[in-house]
Nanobody, 126 residues
Framework: QVQLVESGGGSVQAGGSLRLSCAASRITYIYSLYCMGWFRQAPGKEREGVAVLNRDGSTHFADSVKGRFTISQDNAKDILYLEMNSLKPEDTAMYYC??????????????????WGQGTQVTVSS
């Protein structure tokens, strides 16, 4: 069973930055090829994809975060990061780490995600 544990959420003012981390385990026991990423869900809204990273290093971002968010991975430690800059109040949401088997050719829909973390809250005040 894949385990994903997020951390790094918090409260920040608009224009600020946060870095989220996702500690992953056992993914390679199940998948030889996969993509990992971040999704978010604001109150009253559907969960949406934010950014994903393939094993070959290719990335995909939602239009709403392009140029502001960066996704990366420390392969040695199996940790996925989401660096969020120039945060806006509309970025306020619960952020979830996610794993999809196989490559991602864009930000995938929720239904293609096989594993989810428990989430970490990000709150951006104006």
């Amino acid at each position: 069973q894949v385990q994903l544990v997020e951390s790094g959420g918090g409260s920040v003012q608009a224009g600020g930055s946060l870095r989220l981390s996702c500690a992953a385990s056992r993914i390679t026991y199940i998948y030889s090829l996969y993509c990992m990423g971040w999704f978010r869900q604001a109150p009253g809204k559907e969960r949406e994809g934010v950014a994903v990273l393939n094993r070959d290093g290719s990335t995909h971002f939602a239009d709403s975060v392009k140029g502001r968010f960066t996704i990366s991975q420390d392969n040695a430690k199996d940790i996925l990061y989401l660096e969020m800059n120039s945060l806006k109040p509309e970025d306020t949401a619960m952020y979830y780490c996610a794993v999809r088997g196989g490559n991602c050719f864009g930000v995938p829909p929720n239904g293609e995600i096989r594993y989810w973390g428990q989430g970490t809250q990000v709150t951006v005040s104006s």
